[in-house]
């Protein structure tokens, strides 16, 4: 499938849904600290591996610790949802969400993993209701990564034409933040595309 199939009207669509899903996340978030954050407009861009990889160095920094979980989802509609926290942000989350003043390892990955869950479910469930359509999450999992080296060799030789949704959550006051990215790919661009299409013929029926 060639970029320019997916066409500024869907990427303006997509744009538009996104920012929907991702305030609805933010309210959700925000009644699970306790505490006002914000949500970046989300960057949507069709793409390939080098152009993903490339987007990750530029977004986030290579000398620090980050928490990376990742969950895929399926349906008509699928892809991978990820998020990223550095080491201190997730610290902070742990010690804020628990109010312990020195977090263990199991309680920084468990509070992680909780915010990993509402973001995905809020958001991708959110932009999947707007296109009139519905997920299966699948189990996520978590790892500690030296450096923004996020994407593996399997998924290396998986990924081929993308589009990537980032964005970035924060919640200044407590020093919490951490990237968000959905990406999707090959038959599920399509998919999407088609979807899209649908709701372009829905707004301007």
Do not use: C, W
Not at 2 to 12: M, N
Not at 78 to 106: C, H, Q, W
Not at 114 to 136: H, Y
Not at 153 to 164: F, P, R, S
Request: hydrophobic fraction near 45%; charge should be negative.
């Amino acid at each position: 499938m060639q970029a320019s199939e997916f066409s500024d009207d869907h990427l303006d669509i997509l744009k538009e849904l996104m920012n929907i899903a991702m305030g609805n996340a933010t309210a959700s978030i925000a009644d699970l600290l306790q505490a006002f954050g914000t949500m970046h407009i989300p960057y949507i861009s069709v793409s390939d591996l080098n152009g993903l990889k490339s987007f990750i160095e530029e977004t986030i920094p290579n000398d620090r610790q980050y928490y990376v979980t990742k969950q895929l989802f399926g349906g008509m509609f699928g892809g991978e949802f990820i998020f990223v926290m550095t080491d201190e942000s997730a610290v902070n989350l742990g010690n804020y969400l628990y109010d312990i003043s020195k977090p263990e390892r199991a309680d920084i990955l468990d509070a992680v993993v909780e915010l990993t869950n509402i973001l995905s479910a809020t958001i991708v469930s959110r932009l999947t209701e707007e296109l009139n359509t519905k997920v299966q999450f699948f189990v996520p999992s978590t790892e500690l990564v030296e450096g923004n080296n996020l994407i593996g060799l399997a998924e290396i030789l998986d990924y081929h034409k993308i589009i990537i949704v980032s964005t970035q959550m924060v919640f200044q006051t407590q020093n919490i933040s951490g990237y968000i990215f959905i990406l999707t790919k090959g038959e599920m661009i399509e998919r999407l595309r088609h979807l899209i299409d649908q709701k372009l013929e829905e707004l301007y029926a």
